[in-house]
């Protein structure tokens, strides 16, 4: 593979989630391009997974798509220097109200690779211990429990889009789940 060179980034947006640049390259045949890209902080989500092996999940508007989206609990970190594992555990009390001590991670995602630098680190947690909620003052969240063969299947029936969750769901039943 021959290289391409970035020779500038401009910054031309920065608010609160993301930055917007514009990216100047140099392609392997020399031709000079202009490209997008979006600096984020990183974030991380967790599979809340209760002793009967359902499965939590949380159910918030998404103004991005105008309506609300079933998801596993996630959010961005807070700095970039904050461990993923910290923004999970930190997202599992606050979104869903448990806590847990006993954290694996899973996989990580990179979510929009043609145009962002995000990565998801997603995490799996198991004895789940009840806390309470605290969620942002931007967030209504409604709490619903399911199996992982009823998410599999939501999935399928494209009734959940999101897709730091389907790669969530998908890589917990198979590393997990589904018998060979």
């Known amino acids: 593979m021959k290289d391409f060179k970035r020779i500038n980034r401009e910054s031309v947006y920065k608010g ?3 930055e917007f640049c ?6 392997p045949e020399g031709n000079r391009v202009e490209w997008d890209y ?3 902080k990183g ?3 967790i599979i809340p997974v209760m002793d009967d092996g359902r499965i939590i999940m949380v159910r918030q508007w998404r103004n991005a798509i105008d309506k609300f989206s079933l998801e596993i609990p996630a959010g ?6 904050e461990s993923t594992l910290d923004c999970a555990t930190r997202e ?3 979104e869903t109200g448990y806590k847990s001590d006993n954290v694996e991670f899973l996989i990580t995602i990179v979510p929009a690779i043609a145009y962002s630098g995000e990565t998801i680190d997603i995490y799996v947690a198991h004895d789940l211990v009840k806390s309470e909620q605290n969620l ?4 209504d969240i409604e709490i619903e429990i399911y199996t992982v063969e009823e998410l599999v299947q ?3 029936n494209n009734e959940i889009n999101d897709s730091k969750t389907i790669s969530a769901i998908l890589t917990y039943y198979l590393k997990y789940c589904k018998k060979n």
Not at 22 to 27: A, M, Y
Not at 76 to 81: N, Q
């Open 136 to 139: 942002d003052e931007d967030e």
């Open 16 to 18: 609160a989630i993301i």
């Open 38 to 40: 979006l600096i984020h």
């Open 43 to 45: 974030a991380a989500a």
């Open 76 to 81: 961005g970190k807070d700095t970039v220097e």
């Open 22 to 27: 514009k990216d100047q390259v140099i392609t």
């Open 154 to 156: 939501m999935i399928m």
């Open 92 to 94: 599992l009390e606050e």
